[in-house]
């Protein structure tokens, strides 16, 4: 006989289930639907990536960081020096963005990830506020406050130029997603996963069974960052353009809202936060360009208040009580 | 290779003025079923604590297999053999009792760094956590969450999560707190078909279950060493009747338990 493990959900998240198709058929559907609205459509993928990689160490491994903004920031940056030192290619200039910011989380991590709670996330944010600061000061290097302007790339994969219409683009965003998302899954379905959620849920235990706990830490904020570099990435990519508003603290602060609004430590959560996020931003500031961000705030309490896991543990309620439903009524 | 597998050497621990632990020796050889008795209080937890090393000693030393261990971090004596259980359940509640076997044994086998195989697919980790199971005779509980579970079988779990270690030297805490008569048997039958090469160190208040297990004893009061010896000798120690057994049969007459 062997052993019965369908309800630990810790093992067999590495199933997939047909839910999962609905975004991306979602997202081929919008390419076709709404070819106008294109541009926010990539948008919208980058910031999906970076929500992504800020919910693996977040709702995963339990690190609180609101400094995830400085791998952001590194990753848009490497891609732009890169161009402008004449390297266009861009899918390797995405991996190496990616290794960069990488290893700047890995020389961080060890001692960054000895501290817990309220003092990690005052710490991370004030380094994330002093590497926004320097780079602001090493001008000669970031362009300061103008930034770097007009980079160029090749073509994706020498055939698709980068249209005005920002369809390779948007197309090119998307299979970024799937590509990081594929891995994220894996992650964290794996022993690694699991032993990430075991730290997280009660760590001293962890170190009680002999688990290498900081190493392990450090390992899931590396591969976080490289992520999130990765959104960086394809940030200065699709605009041709990056600013220091790349590494501004509010990027780390909005990804956390998003992943809060639709239920942090489940991945897909980071997708449908980027989305409603996104959209809910772009209806609003057609609305007033300046008071935008109470939608936003509206929508973040309302969310809290009334539903603990997000938006997705809502519909995970709904589900679960429609199923007692049917099953009393049958 | 010393001839003693867990060994302390001068413990000392104080919390400002209060010594909880006061110049304690202690010398466990390979096999040995050693059991730490003494009244709530005596700082036999605390000494636990600081043989794990989730407590730093004031001064001291402890020796696992004959090399200081004393400065290494809880983590590493685990990986070295050393394992301990809790008095008060100490597990990942939110999780099943699979997932957390899961934890134990993933860890033993080092998967801690298998970030490609889904963890539901590895076998290897999987059919141990199977047999530590039907060893603890948990097998109806498996698939529940540790927060759902009684009392008693969460104490289980707690013993099956350091079984599921293959512990070297095994310390247990209490290990019958809180686990009603019907299962105790499970328990008892648990500890006397380990293998006689671990080497326990065994706190414990159940004196039927002490007198069962254990082979030498360690009397510990306000910190210190009251005694030591063959259990027997100190079971029928006229000093260890009026500082801890008088009191303790007393005390499960009132109760009218046993």
């Given amino acids: ?330 | 290779m010393s001839e003693y597998t867990l060994e302390a050497r001068g413990l000392r621990k104080s919390f400002g003025a209060l010594s909880v632990t006061d110049n304690v020796h202690l010398r466990l050889k390979k096999g040995a079923r050693h059991a730490l008795i003494g009244p709530n209080g005596a700082g036999k937890t605390t000494l636990v604590g600081l043989l794990s090393g989730v407590i730093r000693p004031s001064s001291g030393q402890v020796f696992l297999g004959g090399r200081d261990v004393t400065r290494d971090q809880p983590a590493v004596r685990t990986r070295m053999g050393l394992v301990r259980t809790f008095q008060l359940t100490n597990l990942f509640s939110d999780m099943t009792v699979i997932e957390n076997l899961y934890l134990a044994v993933g860890q033993k086998l080092s998967t801690g760094f298998d970030m490609f195989r889904p963890a539901g697919r590895r076998t290897n980790v999987l059919d141990e956590v199977h047999a530590v199971i039907d060893r603890m005779g948990l097998a109806e509980c498996a698939q529940k969450k540790v927060s759902e579970l009684a009392y008693g079988h969460q104490r289980l779990v707690e013993i099956a999560m350091a079984l599921a270690l293959e512990p070297r030297v095994l310390l247990l805490d209490e290990p019958a707190a809180g686990i009603p008569t019907s299962e105790l048997a499970v328990l008892v039958d648990v500890i006397e078909a380990l293998d006689p090469g671990i080497t326990v160190l065994i706190i414990e208040h159940d004196m039927a279950l002490v007198r069962r297990v254990a082979r030498e004893a360690t009397v510990l009061v306000a910190g210190r060493v009251l005694l030591e010896g063959p259990i027997g000798a100190v079971m029928a120690s006229e000093e260890v009747h009026r500082v801890y057994l008088g009191r303790a049969a007393k005390r499960s007459e009132s109760c009218g338990a046993n």
């Fill in chain 1, 1 to 330: 006989m062997t052993l019965a493990i369908e309800s630990s959900k810790a093992l067999v998240q590495y199933r997939f289930s047909t839910y999962e198709l609905i975004p991306f058929a979602v997202a081929i559907a919008f390419y076709f639907v709404l070819p106008d609205y294109l541009p926010l459509g990539t948008a919208i993928c980058v910031t999906a990536i970076f929500a992504l990689s800020l919910d693996l160490v977040i709702g995963y491994a339990g690190i609180v960081t609101l400094g995830h903004s400085v791998f952001f920031g590194i990753g848009a940056y490497s891609a732009a020096l890169l161009s402008r030192s004449g390297w266009g290619e861009p899918v390797s200039t995405v991996i190496a963005a990616a290794a960069v910011a990488a290893f700047f989380a890995l020389l961080s991590g060890p001692l960054l990830l000895r501290l817990r709670g309220l003092p990690l996330i005052m710490v991370t944010l004030g380094v994330a506020s002093v590497v926004s600061e320097a780079a602001n000061k090493l001008s000669w290097l970031t362009g300061g406050n103008d930034g770097l302007p007009g980079l160029i790339f090749d073509p994706v994969f020498k055939m698709f130029a980068w249209s005005i219409d920002g369809k390779t683009a948007y197309l090119y965003a998307l299979a970024w997603l799937f590509v990081v998302l594929i891995v994220a899954r894996t992650v964290v379905s794996s022993s690694f996963g699991v032993a990430l959620q075991g730290i997280r849920q009660n760590e001293l235990r962890m170190r009680l069974i002999g688990a290498p706990v900081l190493s392990q830490l450090v390992a899931v904020y590396a591969l976080s960052a490289g992520v999130a570099g990765v959104a960086g990435a394809l940030y200065a990519q699709s605009n041709g353009f990056v600013g220091l508003e790349a590494l501004s603290v509010d990027q780390g602060v909005f990804a956390l809202a998003m992943i809060v609004l639709s239920g942090i430590g489940r991945l897909y959560g980071a997708i449908v936060g980027a989305v409603v996020y996104m959209v809910v931003q772009y209806t609003a500031q057609q609305w007033d360009p300046y008071y935008w961000m109470l939608a936003i705030g509206v929508m973040l309490v309302l969310v809290v208040r009334f539903s603990k896991g997000g938006i997705l543990g809502a519909l995970d309620a709904l589900s679960a009580g429609l199923k007692r439903r049917m099953e009393t009524r049958l």
